[in-house]
Nanobody, 124 residues
């Protein structure tokens, strides 16, 4: 009964920035973890970032640490991914995901609901 809708993807030059948004609707538990994953052609789905319900705890992949920032607005049931200093290797389809547990997770199988993805392309 949970629906996730991503937005904000697009084409950007290396060094540029994008902000992705993911709006959740339907039935959710009071406390839930949100995460971002990405998948490039021919590669496995890769963990990017996660955030706890309170926002007190975050986790980032080493490849994006210091460049990406995850945040959430529970009043709007929305999670964001601010992406700065983008590189061509960041090119992928980005997915948001919801997990109905407090503990942060980095594996796709640990998340219950997924959006359909938004394309991010970084040119040289």
């Amino acid at each position: 009964q949970v629906q996730l809708v991503e937005s904000g993807g697009g084409l950007v030059q290396a060094g540029g920035s994008l902000r992705l948004s993911c709006a959740a609707s339907g039935r959710t538990f009071s406390t839930y973890t949100m995460g971002w994953f990405r998948q490039a052609p021919g590669k496995e789905r890769e963990f990017v970032a996660a955030i706890s319900w309170s926002g007190d705890s975050t986790n980032y992949a080493d490849s994006v640490k210091g460049r990406f920032t995850i945040s959430r607005d529970n009043a709007k049931n929305t999670v964001y991914l601010q992406m700065n200093s983008l590189r061509p290797e960041d090119t992928a389809v980005y997915y948001c995901a919801l997990r109905n547990f407090r503990v942060l997770a980095t594996t796709p199988g640990q998340y219950a609901s997924w959006g359909q993805g938004t394309q991010v392309t970084v040119s040289s």
